[in-house]
């Protein structure tokens, strides 16, 4: 939900509508190329940095950082909308959206898919693979939908500002609920899940071990 409703998919359908037509410096084209080519080198670098990172780490970094740049994005709309907003700052909006594709790619972008790989038994991974699938699905179709509504009776701030609470609300999520799993066993992400002791666990863990090598 959290990765749909932080407004990457909307964006990107959006894109030329969400960019000043009048971007100062910049033709149109030339912004949506840069826009776009963030997550394709975000998705490439992310292969490497999962690996050493945490997923916890990465995912109180991409939700709390995608949040700002939609406030500013809120904020720019609101004063343009005002007709507060010089000409020669129009460009701004292109570095907002750079800097939300980067740090969206760097957590929520990928980290759910891998979640579902750790969190769950290999005999589950399908049916909630399946179940996550169609809810992503149902919660993209609604959140396309609502941008429309939005846009169209309140204004473009609205939504932005509606995109960066969902990623505070996902920062408050990952903060109460979500474990680190880096370097964890299904059975110790499991521990953690339940509100077991890790200590209390590894010990019973070894001496199940030393009770099976006596017998």
């Given at each position: ?13 959006y ?7 009048k ?10 190329i ?14 490497v ?32 909308l ?6 020669t700052?129009?460009?701004l909006p292109?570095?907002?959206?750079n800097?939300?594709?980067l ?6 972008g ?16 399908g ?5 996550l699938v ?10 396309s939908?609502?941008?429309q509504?939005?846009t169209?009776?309140?204004a ?5 500002f ?5 990623c505070w609300v ?5 903060l ?9 066993t299904y059975?110790e ?22 009770d099976?090598?006596?017998i």
């Open positions: 939900m959290a990765q749909q409703l932080s407004g990457n998919s909307t964006i990107t359908r894109l030329e509508e969400v960019i000043n037509r971007t100062a410096f910049m033709d149109l084209h030339e912004a949506r840069l826009v776009q080519a963030v997550p394709c080198v975000c998705g490439y670098s992310m292969t940095i999962v690996a050493y990172v945490g997923r916890r780490t990465l995912l109180f970094l991409s939700t709390i950082g995608s949040c700002i740049p939609l406030l500013l994005l809120a904020g720019y709309h609101f004063l343009d005002h007709k507060f907003v010089d000409p700052i129009s460009i292109v570095y907002f959206l800097w939300y594709q740090l969206f790619h760097v957590g929520l990928v980290l759910p898919n891998v979640l579902l790989c750790e969190l769950f038994p290999a005999e589950l991974k049916i909630i693979g399946a179940i169609i809810f992503n699905g149902l919660i993209g179709f609604i959140a939908k609502l941008y509504v939005m169209d009776n309140v473009w701030y609205a939504i932005f509606s995109f960066a609470t969902s996902a920062f408050v999520m990952v109460i609920w979500v474990p680190e799993t880096k370097g964890k059975r992400i499991e521990a953690l899940l339940v509100g077991e002791n890790l200590k209390s666990f590894n010990e019973e863990v070894s001496t199940d071990k030393m099976s090598r006596e």
